[in-house]
């Protein structure tokens, strides 16, 4: 399957909103009250800081070349540091992947986002990168993080770009200027 990436825009978040109340909403309902609206404005939010702030947010979408039908999506900020040190840091938000897709898809589309968010985190000039997970089933996620040398704290990877040797795979520019 043949697919691109790019920055999304506000004409992408309905289907964003879409993709999650698919595939994970169920995730969270036992948890939270699901609310397409504030998802939505959440993440109109992330996109308009994306174009007028750059370095702030990360926010892309992959669509299949042949139909240009959404498969997944990456939501990343910028600056967030831990509780316990000044260290600025990327935060991945959200990871979607249509789940309908083969296996070996999936996993090349996260490697993607785990591509960009090392480039963002690099543009940003933040060495840290935290992703986490709520998912009920996080093994295969993680073993992907720990692969691409990340350190792994329950449902939670870090990766310190200073210290790890692994590089990213080249990747086209994700400044949107």
């Not at 992330?46 to 007028?52: D, H, I, K």
């Not at 309908?100 to 960009?116: E, H």
């Given at each position: 399957?043949?697919?691109?990436?790019?920055?999304?825009?506000?004409?992408?978040?309905?289907?964003?909103?879409?993709?999650?109340?698919?595939?994970?909403?169920?995730?969270?309902?036992?948890?939270?009250?699901?609310?397409?609206?504030?998802?939505?404005?959440?993440?109109?939010?992330?996109?308009?800081?994306?174009?007028?702030?750059?370095?702030?947010?990360?926010?892309?979408?992959?669509r299949?070349?042949?139909?240009?039908?959404?498969?997944?999506?990456?939501?990343?900020?910028?600056?967030?540091?831990?509780?316990?040190?000044?260290?600025?840091?990327?935060?991945?938000?959200?990871?979607?992947?249509?789940?309908?897709?083969?296996?070996?898809?999936?996993?090349?589309?996260?490697?993607?986002?785990?591509?960009?968010?090392e480039?963002?985190?690099?543009?940003?000039?933040?060495?840290?990168?935290?992703?986490?997970?709520?998912?009920?089933?996080?093994?295969?996620?993680?073993?992907?993080?720990?692969?691409?040398?990340?350190?792994?704290?329950?449902?939670?990877?870090?990766?310190?770009?200073?210290?790890?040797?692994?590089?990213?795979?080249?990747?086209?520019?994700?400044?949107p200027?």
């Amino acid at each position: 399957m043949q697919y691109n990436w790019t920055l999304a825009n506000g004409n992408d978040v309905n289907e964003i909103v879409a993709l999650s109340q698919e595939f994970f909403e169920s995730e969270i309902d036992s948890i939270f009250t699901p609310e397409p609206p504030v998802l939505s404005r959440n993440l109109l939010y992330a996109v308009v800081s994306q174009f007028y702030l750059p370095g702030t947010e990360l926010v892309s979408v992959c669509r299949t070349e042949s139909d240009q039908r959404l498969i997944a999506y990456n939501w990343a900020k910028s600056g967030d540091r831990a509780v316990w040190s000044d260290d600025p840091m990327v935060s991945v938000r959200m990871v979607h992947v249509d789940l309908t897709l083969p296996a070996r898809t999936r996993i090349s589309i996260i490697n993607d986002m785990m591509d960009q968010w090392e480039q963002f985190a690099r543009v940003t000039r933040h060495n840290i990168i935290c992703s986490t997970t709520m998912r009920r089933d996080q093994a295969a996620f993680l073993k992907l993080h720990a692969r691409r040398g990340y350190d792994i704290r329950g449902s939670y990877a870090y990766k310190n770009l200073n210290t790890t040797t692994t590089q990213a795979r080249p990747a086209d520019s994700l400044d949107p200027n």
